[in-house]
């Protein structure tokens, strides 16, 4: 199974892969509104379990910190006679590097990390291990990706999925983050964007190693328990959920048991793609990143969300990529650049657009990996989303 993957959307849309723990209150004083964009959303949905071959679809609509529209569509799974419903998880693959990112954003706000400090420096006690290509790579290039770091681990790394227990994972992650960083960069960094699934797999680590606490603990400790995200987890949704589908020879396409081992990447890879949680909680955390944008959240200061929202300048104007979000507008909002990030470990698809200057968050997710198609469909109804959002605001 490849790994997850993500293309850049650019300003023509050319589109192929890519609060508080309270819970969201729901209604607007806009009620001819919310009556369109559920509408909307509903035959969107609908359409995308033709147009794009899904099995099952989920999407929410938050307008002002506001459940303005939500809904779900098709089954759990190709054969399944049980429909999708509101608390079914979702898996989001590399949304899970925002998430990622903001962990290590609010460690950074703590004075625990820094994000422009260097391996070097954050790493001392390593650096007889560490080739010396890497001693300036800065905490934020491995969240930008532009640190030179290749985009995947070997095969061997990829493969590995069963572990006894959580210092099992560790170690093995912090052996493989090793493994790479004692080979030279192919690229100098600040030099190249390339996407990299080792980047934020080292950047998770880094966090683990200086803090003493284990990646997976420090996500729930510094972002999912304090935003209330209480059904999110790694690795496949459990049974009774939505199952991923898995595509072969181009023909066949069937479900993949959350209990088999090719349901999802390796955990070593967790910090760059293996999260799930359900449409409700993936909506809460947009919604933390719109009011971060806005000036009025209390989660991330200022100072770091400007940081984790600025592309880089090796990026900026090409794939306008920030540590953990992309950039890009869309047409029905001018030369807004929304907060973007899609996931897909092949076997899902997921979708999350924070919209600050019309205070919209969208949330969109399927249980195929017809990546291309999905997106399609997603990035063609979030646009008329959001020009519905327009109009009525006028």
Known sequence: MLP????????????????????????????????TVQQTLETGLESALDKAA??????????????????????????????????NKWHIGSITKPMTATMIGRLAAKGTLDLQVTIAELLPNELTKIDPSWHSVKLIDLLQHVSGAPA??????????????????????????????????????????????IGYTIAGTIAAKITGVPYEELMRQELLDPLGMTSAGFGAPALGNPQGHETKLF?????????????????????????HMTIEDLAKFGQMHLEAANGS?????????????????TAEGKENYAAGWARFPLPSTGDELHLFHNGSNTLWYALLL???????????????????RSEGEF??????????IKKAEQ
Do not use: W
């Open 4 to 35: 997850t993957i993500f293309k850049q959307n650019c300003k023509k849309l050319i589109a192929l892969l890519f609060i508080s723990g309270a819970g969201l209150m729901t209604g607007s004083v806009h009620a001819n509104e919310n009556a």
């Open 54 to 87: 899904q099995f099952g679809n989920a999407g929410i609509v938050l307008h002002k910190g506001n459940i303005i529209a939500q809904t779900q569509k098709g089954v759990l799974f190709k054969g399944s006679n049980e429909p999708t419903s509101p608390t």
């Open 152 to 197: 995947n681990f070997d095969i061997d790394e990829m493969n590995e999925r069963s572990f006894v227990d959580q210092a099992a994972l560790s170690t093995a992650r912090h052996d493989a983050v090793m493994g790479v960083l004692a080979k030279p960069l192919a690229n100098n960094p600040r030099e190249k964007f390339e996407y990299s699934n």
């Open 251 to 275: 023909l066949f396409t069937n479900p993949v048991s959350p209990e088999g081992e090719v349901s999802d990447n390796s955990p070593i890879i967790a910090p760059a793609g293996t999260l």
């Open 297 to 313: 959240s209390d989660f991330l200061p200022t100072s770091i969300t400007q940081q984790l929202h600025t592309p880089s300048t």
């Open 354 to 372: 924070v919209s600050p200057e019309t205070e919209t968050v969208i949330a969109l997710t399927t249980n195929v990996g017809t990546i291309m």
């Open 379 to 388: 990035i063609k109804l979030a646009d008329e989303i959001l020009s519905e």
